[in-house]
């Protein structure tokens, strides 16, 4: 263990080298940055919560895309019975079910249909299926039905368009380093920093842009129109402002020209009213269209065609033979200008909507990066001064050891061009005290060790050795909350979780490798013949408490607050936040703090539903809870933000915008189920993880433990009323790994104390166990809770619920580990002779390891 040949030196320290030096350009200006290499110029992107600007979740009608792929092959099947000598006669075409359905007139040409129909089919990806079936039945009538895998497939090539139509339209706007990613199956996750008024944005990307010209039906009867009934072959459209009072027309199902054919779209004015048009220019076969059908229809209205609405239904005076067009409508500037945008960088290949949308200003952003500087220096500062206070020399290494790892952690961070949010300042922190929880491990072993009565060389060695297992173990643990989160969980958490599982894997390379390397070093310099470690013992040496002896008294306490909890819980309710309850959540900043009744009644004043307030950090900030607008105008939301804002500052002068987030009720309901699903999940995991490490009454007593630490959790943000959000949920998968950490350490020595002492009794065994790590649980547990008092006080109130959550679920934890967790294994009946080949597998490896000690 303290063997260092000189290339795993220069390994070592290379590797700490090169990730410190990928964080280099995350401190530096952008100006500078771009002067260095390539391969340096990669930096951690903050996020917007952060920098300030927009975030939009879309979601895409994937029902869209079927009934598109219908209608395709309908025109298709039509154009190809039609083509060649002998034409194929069929009847109405029904499209009702997701299928086509036609009858062929004359029965002798229904093989010659299906041989025309079946090469208009195409493979479904690397399915081997059809994108398409083709079937006759009751002799001469032919089905054509869509399969499963030909719609994902196209599904999947429609998100692929969806995207790089999006990137298109955003560059468009000339925005300033938008990123347009995809998330799961049919949404899309757009971000504009900088942009403050997301509703141009929204109204742009939530139109489809399906431009098409088609014949309008002047032989439709107006009374039919009236009742929803369009001739055979045509369909019935809106004008979408009623223009003179007709609010629908009948036109030809026939697309004409369509806007896939157009090479240019610009914003121009109308030569006779000035008014706002937009001019099109077509391809070659599009002109060519055009022009013929002009030609062939003098004297009759042509209606051009917006996302199934009508732009304008002019009669066609004269052939248009030059290949340009002029749209025009009630147009403004911007809109115009938006639809030329629209026009130019292509059609969606399926509608659009928005499903969650929030928007931060940058002076928040600023005050959040500077409470979260000054929270991790202080945080840094406190826990480096009680690691020297308490291990001197080794506290110096773990201090080193802590500051390399956050630079490391930015470093990867930049490698992977990675995003930093907010909570992920909080998985900083947090990775700040948890950090020096290895370090914590090793020089406690080290000091039982040395009380055993091993040399010096001796004590380092099997401490470093016996804390490495325990470690792993720990950390494996961590690291299935942390990936849990990646997985199931949405922006602030999977930011929070991506520093969080970083952090793991940084610091035992730190924690464990790098300063067994710096002991080392000091080992062959100095030869000493003792170690001294700081003055201050939290734990006073031979500690010995009577955790078992009390586990009764222990359980019944136990059981009323959980059982408190739970009322509470049910009875109260949690505060959940816009997160998991849909609405419109806004923030606004006070010059001083308001009377919230006088907040209260100037918002329920503007007629947009019951309003939930709660004031926020230094009371300035005021949340404002709204209901979401009963309207499927994408710009609906920011009426209601742009409406209380106004009121607001005319009500209040000094009061100013900081962050408003909508999140529709299918996402709110889809947070609850992923936030449920990911805590259940974890409990499980772990648990199993115990079952199979140690036997399975470690599994059950660790999982009681988390239900309990998880229901106390919750039973506090209900008594509270603090807000449940998704930050909150962040924050108890965090405990759940943090108390299952603290329990692994003691099951490990548990059982490895089964292995050393097999006469004693399970009672004596779990308390020697018990107050062995006593000064790890306690040392850990109050270095954490000092990062976490850095951050409940200059924080900021964004990160207050995760903050308070925390350091409850450190509290809570520790209890459980020691009073709970342990003594249940008894209960479970676990005995000190087990067979087991895990625990007999060690007794002659640990029979030498045995020095003096007093065993009673």
């Known amino acids: ?149 030909g719609l994902a497939n196209a599904t999947e090539q429609a998100m692929q368009v969806a995207i790089e139509v999006i990137r298109k339209r955003i560059d468009e706007m000339g925005t300033r380093e938008p990123t347009v990613i995809r998330e799961g199956a049919n949404r899309i996750v757009v971000q504009v920093p900088g942009l403050q008024n997301p509703t141009e944005l929204k109204n742009l990307l939530g139109q489809t842009a399906k431009l098409e010209f088609k014949l309008v039906d002047t032989s439709a009867n107006p009374a039919d129109l009236a009742r929803n009934i ?22 030809k199902r026939q697309v004409m020209v369509s806007g ?106 600023a005050d959040s990066i500077k409470a979260g500087v000054t929270a991790s220096i202080l945080a840094v500062v406190l826990v480096a001064a009680f690691m020297f206070v308490v291990y001197g020399r080794w506290g110096v290494y773990a201090n080193i050891a802590v500051t390399i790892n956050v630079l490391v952690i930015l470093g990867v961070m930049g490698l992977l061009n990675a995003t930093l949010t907010l909570p992920g300042i909080a998985g900083f922190v947090l990775t700040i ?39 792993f173990e720990a950390n494996v643990t961590h690291a299935i909350a942390g990936g849990i989160m990646l997985v199931l969980g949405s922006g602030p958490v999977k930011g929070f979780a991506i520093v969080l599982l970083i952090g793991i894997a940084t610091s035992v390379f730190t924690a464990v490798t790098f300063t067994r390397l710096l002991a080392t070093t000091w080992l062959r310099r100095k030869r000493p013949t003792q170690i001294k470690m700081g003055p201050l013992r939290v734990v006073p040496d031979n500690t010995n408490i009577g955790f078992v002896r009390v586990r009764h008294i222990a359980f019944i306490i136990t059981a009323l607050l959980t059982v408190a909890a739970v009322t509470v819980t049910y009875t109260r309710g949690l505060n959940l936040g816009v997160d998991f309850v849909g609405g419109v959540s806004i923030e606004e900043k006070f010059a001083t703090p308001p009377p919230l009744d006088q907040v209260r009644s100037t918002v329920n004043g503007l007629g947009l539903g019951e309003a939930t307030l709660q004031q926020l ?9 709204l209901p979401l607008p009963d309207s499927s105008d994408p710009a609906a939301t920011n009426v209601v933000v742009e409406k209380v804002k106004a009121a607001l500052a005319k009500e209040f002068p000094g009061a100013t915008f900081s962050t408003y987030s909508t999140v529709s009720g299918k996402v709110s309901g889809e947070l609850i189920q992923n936030g449920v699903l990911a805590v259940v999940l974890a409990i499980i995991g772990i648990a199993i993880f115990s079952w199979f490490r140690y036997e399975w009454q470690f599994g059950v007593s660790t999982a009681v433990a988390i239900v309990h630490d998880v229901l106390m959790t919750m039973g506090f943000f209900a008594l509270t009323q603090l807000v449940f959000d998704l930050n909150i949920v962040a924050a108890v998968l965090t405990i759940i790994g943090y108390s299952i950490n603290d329990k692994m350490v003691i099951d490990d020595r548990i059982r490895e104390n089964m292995r050393k002492y097999r006469k004693m009794g ?95």
């Open 433 to 471: 005290g948890t950090a020096v929880d290895a370090n914590v491990l090793i020089y406690e072993r080290i000091r039982e060790e040395l009380r055993r009565g091993r040399g010096v060389v001796q004590a380092i060695e099997f401490g470093y050795k016996e804390a490495s297992r325990t470690i």
């Open 1 to 149: 263990m303290l063997d260092f040949p000189r290339w795993k030196i220069w390994a070592i320290c290379l590797t700490l080298l090169v990730g410190c030096l990928y964080a280099v350009p995350s401190f530096l200006p952008e100006k500078v940055t771009d002067r260095l290499p390539a391969f340096m110029q990669a930096k951690v992107n903050l996020g917007l919560d952060l920098s300030g600007g927009s975030y939009i979740l879309l979601e895409a009608e994937t029902g869209d895309v079927a009934k598109q792929r219908i209608a395709n092959m309908e025109e298709q099947v039509r154009t190809e019975l039609r083509r060649g000598e002998t034409r194929i006669a069929i009847g109405e075409v029904s499209t009702r079910d997701n299928q086509l359905r036609f009858m062929v007139r004359d029965p002798s040409q229904v093989d010659a249909a299906v041989e025309r129909i079946r090469p208009l089919t195409q493979g479904a990806g690397m399915t081997g299926q059809r994108d398409f079936n083709v079937e006759v039945r009751d002799g001469n009538t032919i089905v054509v039905t869509p399969t499963d895998a």
């Open 762 to 856: 399970m009672k004596e065994l779990i308390d020697l166990s018990v107050n062995e790590t006593l000064p790890r649980t306690i040392m850990t547990s109050f270095t954490i809770m000092l990062a976490l008092g850095a951050l409940l006080i200059f924080g900021g109130h964004v990160l207050r619920g995760f903050t308070a959550a925390m350091m409850l679920g450190i509290v809570v934890g520790t209890y459980s580990s020691v009073y709970v967790s342990s003594s249940l294994l008894i209960t479970l009946g676990l005995k000190p002779n087990l067979t087991d080949k895990k625990v007999t597998k060690g007794i002659a490896a640990n029979a030498e390891r045995v020095g003096p000690r007093n065993e009673g």
């Open 617 to 625: 950090g230094g009371q300035n900030t005021v949340s404002i809870r």
């Open 230 to 251: 369009a001739p055979i072959g045509s369909e019935i459209v809106p004008y979408p402002d009623n223009p003179a009072g007709v609010p629908v027309i009948a036109v």
């Open 260 to 365: 896939d054919e157009l090479i240019d779209a610009t914003q121009g004015y109308d030569q006779q009213s000035n008014a706002p048009v937009v001019n099109i220019r077509f391809n070659g076969s599009g002109a060519n269209k055009f022009a013929r059908t002009t030609q062939q229809n003098v004297n009759k209205p042509f209606a051009m065609l917006l996302d199934g609405k009508v732009l304008s239904a002019p009669n066609i005076n004269e052939p248009i033979l030059g290949g340009s067009a002029q749209i025009s409508g009630n147009f403004t500037v911007e809109s115009a200008n938006q639809l030329a945008i629209a026009l130019r960088s292509g059609k969606l290949p399926v509608a659009l909507k928005v499903v969650q949308e929030s928007t931060v200003s940058p002076e928040l952003g």
